[in-house]
């Protein structure tokens, strides 16, 4: 007969609300889940084991007689989680990879002599939104008569990553947990974070986002950085109502970059018919319709009253035109990583490895990479972008 081990029902509950698996999941790969939960069976050690490696949690947390209280390495802006909004394991991996990867490049730094502090870093702290997105808007070169020339939303998104990455930061953006996906990132859980540094400013976005939506993120994280204050941001989906008021300004900040309200003032054309010029301003100012019609609100050109109904249209709006839009097949993967690493953090991790002054080891940890060939055939793109 097999021996089995105890385990406390609220550790097993711990870890499927961390890893985020349904009920139904942990019921689909563990028949006795539910007894389990009870206490009328005991787990295998085998099963233990096999739990702890579904739900990416260290076995040996499963043994402990309650579960552990396991916070965010970083500040927390994000507001109404609850209990319920305890940080998952994808969350925490993702933020702990990028602390590791923000620190590598700290050091990177200071081995050129190059780690001065930036001076745009924390610059905003006591400036109006007017102002902070004003200096936000010049430092990117992120003026509405310049977005003219920019064609589509990758155009957008590229000028702003370069533009920010020209300043001395970092910028990533993925979609899962290093390059499992098997691990999606929850959108629902975290739009996107940055962690600080005086040197390197780190801003990730969560690429699960549509393409508006991600744009509108790192200007929200870039405000964190220019306010100096850094954390995970629930970012575009508390852009009405955010309870924490350092969000609330990073969201009037990134709207007011987006949405320049004197240009909105004159640009907007009361007589021509809502959802057209709303339609016609998105594309003038590369952003969502939604984000314009919040600054319509908060200009009083549209009525407080009639808002919430015409904001819920336009949702709906959207959704069905997201429908039609054929989705992509998931692009090229040494394509991708400039994103999911960082096009600035790539080539110095590159430069540094083959240059032997960073381990291969370290490197391929680094970039998240499983082989060496992998590693070299992203060397030869990058240096074939120049």
């Known amino acids: 007969m097999a021996v089995t081990v105890a385990v406390r029902p609220p550790v097993l509950e711990w870890a499927q609300r961390r890893s985020g698996r349904a009920d139904d999941d942990m019921r689909s790969k563990f028949a006795n889940w539910d007894q389990w939960l009870s206490e009328e069976r ?3 050690l085998a099963e233990v084991e096999a739990v702890a490696q579904f739900t990416h949690v260290p076995v040996g947390y499963l043994f402990l007689s309650e579960p552990p209280r396991e916070e965010l390495p970083i500040p927390d802006f994000r507001t109404g989680r609850g209990e319920t909004g305890a940080p998952t394991d994808d969350l925490l991996e993702t933020i702990y990879l990028n602390q590791r990867r923000q620190k590598w490049y700290e050091d990177y730094l200071a081995e ?3 780690a001065e502090p930036l001076t745009f870093v924390g610059s905003a702290r006591h400036a109006s939104v007017e102002n902070a997105a004003a200096g936000i808007r010049q430092s990117l070169g992120y003026e509405v008569e310049s977005r003219q020339h920019m ?17 001395g930061g970092l910028v990533v953006i993925n979609s899962m947990v290093e390059n ?4 999606m990132l929850d959108l629902d859980e975290f739009r996107g974070f940055t962690l600080q540094s005086p040197v390197a400013p780190l801003v990730f976005v969560n690429a699960r986002d549509t393409k508006r939506g991600q744009v509108f993120s790192l200007l929200h994280e870039f405000a964190h950085v220019w306010r100096g204050e850094f954390g995970v941001s629930a970012g575009g989906a508390v852009l009405q109502d955010s309870g924490n008021h350092v969000e609330r300004w990073c969201n009037a900040v990134a709207a007011e970059v987006a949405v320049p309200a004197d240009d909105l003032r004159i640009q907007f054309n009361v007589t021509a018919a809502l959802t057209q010029e709303l339609d016609r301003l998105s594309e003038r100012y590369k952003c969502s319709t939604l984000v314009i019609l ?6 009083m050109i549209l009525d407080r009253k009639v808002f919430q109904k015409t ?6 709006r959207l959704l069905g035109l997201a429908e039609k839009v054929p989705r992509g097949k998931g692009g090229d993967f040494y394509g991708n990583q400039s994103f999911r690493v960082g096009r600035t953090l790539s080539r110095a991790i590159v430069r540094d490895a083959l240059r032997g002054a960073t381990s291969m080891t ?9 082989s060496v060939s992998v590693f070299d055939r992203y060397a030869d793109r990058l240096r074939e972008a120049g």
């Open 294 to 299: 919040i600054k319509l609100r908060d200009l």
């Open 42 to 44: 005991q787990p295998r």
């Open 112 to 114: 050129l002599g190059d």
């Open 151 to 167: 064609r589509t939303l990758d155009e957008v998104r590229n000028h702003l990553i370069n533009s920010f990455e020209g300043l």
């Open 362 to 370: 370290e490197a391929l940890r680094l970039m998240s990479f499983k």
């Open 180 to 183: 499992n996906s098997h691990r």
């Open 311 to 316: 904001y819920e249209d336009e949702v709906e």
